[in-house]
């Protein structure tokens, strides 16, 4: 509860029956209450928060859910649109706004073509949205330039569980099978922090007598949990993946059965497992190997057990490889598709499993389909009502984006659910490239730091003020409802790219008067796809509290536990992952230590949202930097200082807090703050060369204290 009350004194009348925290990908279920309390002889409002039963968080909120609803009550929120004027943001009408969008953005593609238009969006979008954004990029702008932040997430899982099972969904298990695994491997997710509704899961699971393995460089509150925490060095994931099959192999701990009858490639994967060796492999790793050996044998020997990676591991240069690497040791032991076993990505954002799946993605259209696939191409142009060939070609990822607008290939750009200037690599680059650009159009609540380098802000509604479906991390999806009416001239996402398409003469194939309509064309849109939600509707999701994908019909139940008989490939089997992936290594004399990020339980992506909640901004109010006692001696730090870190790609600045919780050849600091507190000032821009992820985990860098003396 947010503040208390005397409850025969307060006057208390309902704000939301039911909605969903906005944050991470649990998408826990909750209601609101204001409450009227008398405060010197006035009445306050205040909040009471509680959390709903559910099929997933079973009625669990973290602090981030309890405190959510401050960012809608917040009076920084933006209530109506903007247009700069003599280089300053000022009211304008949405009618003001809405022509001006159009007028420039015809102008500039008769000037210099439909590509020149690119469209941003984001993994907390509903799913209605995220339909509606790839749609309204293809069909009303004619642009290939589409991409979302989702890419900086779940690209590298989900590229490498479409390649190795043949179909991407986070979870290929349901969470309430977690409790029945006797070995679960944690690598690169803090759950404690990142997802802390799901912890009571991996505890019953301890009860029930699991062994937990974590492999993190730092000493994590999930570590604390661990019965075996291997302190991997940053971009040696893939590395110490390898490492622990071949003590596997070598033990024959393998399930013959299973690679016999449900994969391919197994043998040409061990004949390249012989120049393999462990010693060497292990220090490179920085773990030593008997502790890598106890890991493996513990997961081999396990009747039951899962493995789960996060963005420790997917969000470097080589993270589809390394995915793939951890997921050789689920199907080397038969460890998926029966009950207590399998494989999961923890998916970040709130809608980042439904956000990749219906077409904001630069090679997506909904239902998973391919955009370079012809057959895909001509059924969802018959859905839309427009020719195959209308429809524009693959376009870039999220960073090349980037790029594109710093080579003024792109000119105008529509960001909605997002703030790429403080969540890409690179963010000199980025900030460069905005300040060229002929239009910035920025949907959002707040003024985040990419909107206030707009040229026009529209403002949004909040997740307790619009209606959509959004999709958790073990595919379900769930349906939140409406529970307050859209503040000020606040719309909700949906209605304003329908807008913006009616100004642009292509209205016709935007004619939504609720999301509902919207769900119902995605169905249809998504049907025969990997990801079918046809069988879903509203009142499914309302009777029975969210339905699994895919779902064919009506009759259908969704699956929960995936592959049980076989894989979504054509030949129904999994395919080990052949080829070597070496790591990253790159600190040198100048740039001696490895820089990497991650998050921490009060904020949320760039912390738009969570510093607008005066609890949660409270609990953290600026950005720091963790770092090993032996390294801030070396370096000459005083712990709590100012200090400033340096790569070959930029510099930012932050508080100093010296832990001995983390490895002495890494730094760590949180990805939630802009500025010059900004860790992406200082990322590399090299990318995963088949799912286009940043290299985020590992930057070289020096750091040095900020003082006179």
Same mark, same amino acid.
């Given at each position: ?8 004194q ?10 969903q ?41 973290c ?9 809608v ?33 015809q102008?500039?593609q ?9 469209v ?22 004619g ?37 029945k ?8 997710t ?5 997802q ?6 991996f ?8 062994l937990?393995?974590?492999i ?35 033990a ?15 043998e =040409?994967?061990?004949?390249?497992? $012989?120049?393999? *060796?462990?010693?060497?492999?292990? @220090? %490179?790793? &920085? #773990? +030593?190997?008997?502790?890598?050996? =106890?890991?493996?044998?513990?997961? $081999?020997?396990? *009747?039951?057990?899962?493995?789960? @990676? %996060?963005? &420790? #591991? +997917? ?5 589809h490889?390394a ?6 040791l ?32 630069a ?11 012809a057959?895909d191409?001509?059924y ?14 693959k ?31 690179n ?9 060229k ?10 003024l ?27 595919g ?27 100004k ?6 935007f ?23 046809y ?17 064919p ?12 008989e076989?894989f979504?490939?054509a ?19 100048e740039y001696?230590?490895?820089?990497t ?5 009060p ?5 738009v949202q ?21 390294t801030a ?49 200082a990322?590399?821009?090299?990318l ?20 006179l003396?």
């Amino acid at each position: 509860m947010s503040g208390t009350a005397d409850t025969e004194q307060a006057v208390s009348k309902l704000v939301v029956k039911e909605t969903q925290c906005p944050y991470c990908s649990v998408q826990c279920k909750m209601s609101v209450d204001e409450l009227a309390v008398p405060v010197a002889g006035q009445r306050r409002a205040e909040y009471a928060v509680q959390g709903l039963p559910n099929k997933a968080s079973q009625g669990r909120l973290c602090v981030k859910g309890l405190n959510a609803h401050q960012q809608v009550f917040s009076s920084e929120r933006l209530m109506q649109p903007l247009i700069r004027r003599r280089g300053e943001l000022q009211p304008c009408s949405w009618e003001e706004a809405l022509q001006t969008i159009s007028d420039r953005v015809q102008q500039l593609q008769h000037t210099y073509g439909p590509d020149t238009v690119g469209v941003y969006g984001g993994g907390s979008l509903t799913n209605e949205t995220a339909y509606l954004l790839g749609k309204f990029a293809r069909v009303a702008l004619g642009t290939k330039y589409i991409d979302y932040n989702g890419r900086f997430c779940m690209s590298a899982a989900a590229s490498a569980g479409s390649k190795v099972f043949g179909m991407d969904r986070g979870l290929t298990f349901p969470l309430s099978d977690i409790p029945k695994a006797k070995c679960i491997i944690l690598a690169g997710t803090n759950i404690a922090e990142c997802q802390p509704t799901l912890l009571p899961y991996f505890n019953e699971a301890k009860e029930n007598g699991a062994l937990i393995i974590v492999i993190d460089p730092r000493k994590t509150a999930t570590a604390a949990i661990a019965d075996l925490h291997l302190q991997v060095k940053p971009g040696m994931d893939a590395l110490l993946a390898d490492t622990m099959l071949k003590v596997i192999v070598e033990a024959d701990l393998v399930d013959s059965a299973f690679i016999k009858q449900r994969t391919s490639g197994y043998e =040409q994967l061990v004949q390249q497992m $012989g120049s393999l *060796q462990l010693e060497q492999a292990a @220090t %490179a790793c &920085g #773990v +030593e190997l008997d502790m890598i050996r =106890q890991a493996a044998i513990a997961f $081999g020997n396990a *009747q039951t057990g899962m493995i789960m @990676t %996060a963005r &420790g #591991v +997917e969000q470097q240069t080589d993270g589809h490889m390394a995915v793939r690497r951890f997921l050789n040791l689920v199907l080397a032991t038969g460890k998926i598709g029966r009950t207590g076993c399998g494989y999961g990505a923890v998916t970040g954002q709130g809608n980042g499993q439904g956000g990749r799946e219906h077409g904001q993605k630069a090679d997506q259209l909904p239902g998973y389909r391919s955009i370079e696939n012809a057959e895909d191409r001509a059924y969802v142009a018959s859905v839309w009502g427009v020719e195959p060939e209308a429809l524009p070609s693959k376009g870039v990822s999220a960073y090349e984006m980037m790029e594109c607008i710093h080579d003024q290939r792109i000119r105008a750009l529509l960001v909605m659910g997002s703030n790429p200037v403080v969540s890409n690599p690179n963010v000199r680059l980025v900030e460069e490239g905005l300040r060229k650009l002929d239009l910035l159009v920025v949907a959002d609540m707040f003024l985040s730091e990419t909107a206030r380098m707009a040229d026009i802000v529209l403002p949004v509604t909040a997740f307790m003020e619009n209606e959509g479906t959004l999709t958790n991390l073990e595919g379900r999806v769930l349906l939140r409802e409406q529970g307050r009416a859209a503040p000020g001239e606040t719309l909700d996402d949906w209605v304003i790219l329908c807008r913006i398409a009616t100004k642009l003469g292509k209205g016709s194939w935007f004619e939504f008067e609720k999301a509902e309509d919207i769900f119902n064309e995605l169905r249809v849109a998504s049907r025969g796809g990997k990801a079918d939600y046809y069988g879903i509707t509203y009142e499914r999701l309302r009777k029975e509290q969210g339905v699994y994908w895919p779902c064919p019909s009506a009759e259908d139940q969704g699956e929960g536990l995936l592959f049980r008989e076989r894989f979504a490939h054509a030949d129904e089997k999994a395919a080990f992952t052949l080829g070597s992936s070496p790591g990253w290594n790159d600190v040198s004399d100048e740039y001696p230590l490895i820089l990497t990020n991650g998050r921490i339980l009060p904020h949320y992506l760039t912390g738009v949202q969570t510093r607008r909640s005066p609890t949660l901004s409270a609990r953290e109010l600026e950005n720091y930097v963790e770092l090993h006692p032996a390294t801030a001696a070396r370096h000459r730090i005083r712990d709590g200082e100012w200090v400033e870190i340096t790569s070959a790609y930029g510099t930012f600045t932050v508080r100093s807090r010296i832990r001995e919780s983390i490895r002495k050849d890494t730094l760590f600091v949180p990805m939630h703050w802009g500025g010059i507190q900004n860790v992406n000032r200082a990322t590399r821009p090299e990318l995963d060369p088949v799912c286009r992820m940043p290299g985020f985990k590992t930057a070289a860098v020096r750091i040095q204290p900020l003082r006179l003396v």
